[in-house]
């Protein structure tokens, strides 16, 4: 396989994940059917917000350190949790004033 034909394939299967709808959308179009459409702009900040927390941990070098340091490997699952923890409750955090009111 060539370097052109290498990126060709590439550049197909990124394309067809990027397009198909996964957990992101299922829950924007679950809150704007059924909290309205303002209340899905907010999940979908808070999806977006959760992605540039994913991109800053992993420009710092977080993911590189991860995966190279056999001494990090055991903290791995549990850093995956909390992160996890950390994109879900962002949003409901700071985007969800249904409660504060």
Known sequence: MTTSEALLSFTAAAG????????????????????GGRRALLAGIGVCLGCLVWGLA?????????????THRATLPLLETMLGYVVVLLPLLFLDTRFLK
């Open 58 to 70: 992993v420009s710092v070098g977080l993911g590189g350190l991860l995966a190279v340091s056999a």
């Open 16 to 35: 067809l994940l990027t397009l198909t709808p996964g957990l992101d959308t299922a829950l924007v179009l679950r809150t704007a059917a059924v909290e």
